[in-house]
């Protein structure tokens, strides 16, 4: 079955950019949007973005000035940049497949001076 | 955007009850509508999608209902494992938003 495989800097200061990448594994990466969603710490669930395979992309507007979410479709990864970090970004980042439960791991990412 | 509300945000249930919780859009979302659980460390397991689909694999104990504005995801028979944060989610149009969770905990 399908597994994300997520990675990325987990650690950052204010005003640098988190970039973390998302690998697909086990099945089909065509056909399908692929999501970064995220969670402050004891907060809910916040969608930053998608992308499918054609590079499509639609950003959530409350983050759309500083975000990027690219893909490499040779590799069967897709990434997430986000620029000029604060600590309002911490958070554990998921990449996913909206609407299955097919989501990587999490990765937390800590922006403090 | 849409907003989700959940209500309550956390409940306190004993193994064998049921357990009820409500998830309400701030516009109509027509039945696009789906239900994650979540454990401590763990990403959202996907329970339930279109309102009231169980999504494969998912114990015939829960069960989803609704359309238009508000929803209910109900567990008839609550089970240990069930302790977990239930959340909402709108499919209807991006950006996708979530409601704020619901703890489900042992009473």
């Known amino acids: 079955q399908v597994q994300l495989q997520q990675w990325g800097a987990g650690l950052l200061k204010p005003s640098e950019t988190l970039s973390l990448t998302c690998a697909v594994y086990?099945?089909?990466?065509?056909?399908?949007?692929w999501s970064w969603i995220r969670q402050a710490p004891e907060k809910g669930l916040e969608w930053i973005g998608e992308?499918?395979?054609?590079?499509?992309?639609t950003y959530n507007p409350s983050l759309k000035s500083r975000v990027t979410i690219s893909i490499d479709t040779s590799k069967n990864q897709f990434s997430l940049t986000l620029n000029s970090v604060t600590a309002a970004d911490t958070a554990l980042y998921y990449c996913?497949?909206?609407?299955?439960?097919?989501w990587g791991q999490g990765t937390m990412v800590t922006v403090s001076s | 955007d849409i907003q989700m509300t959940q209500s309550p945000s956390s409940l306190s249930a004993s193994v064998g009850d049921r357990v009820t919780i409500t998830c309400r859009a701030s516009?109509?979302?027509?039945?696009?509508l789906n239900w994650y659980q979540q454990k401590p460390g763990k990403a959202p397991k996907h329970l339930i999608y279109d309102a009231s689909s169980l999504q494969s694999g998912v114990p015939s104990r829960f069960s989803g209902s609704g359309s238009g504005t508000d929803f209910t995801l109900t567990i008839s028979s609550l089970q240990p494992e069930d302790f977990a944060t239930y959340f909402c989610q709108q499919g209807y149009s991006t950006p996708w938003t979530f409601g704020q969770g619901t703890k489900v905990e042992i009473k």
């Open positions: 516009q109509s979302i027509s039945s696009y």
């Open positions: 996913a497949k909206l609407g299955s439960s097919i």
């Open positions: 992308i499918n395979h054609s590079g499509s992309t």
């Open positions: 086990g099945g089909s990466f065509s056909g399908y949007f």
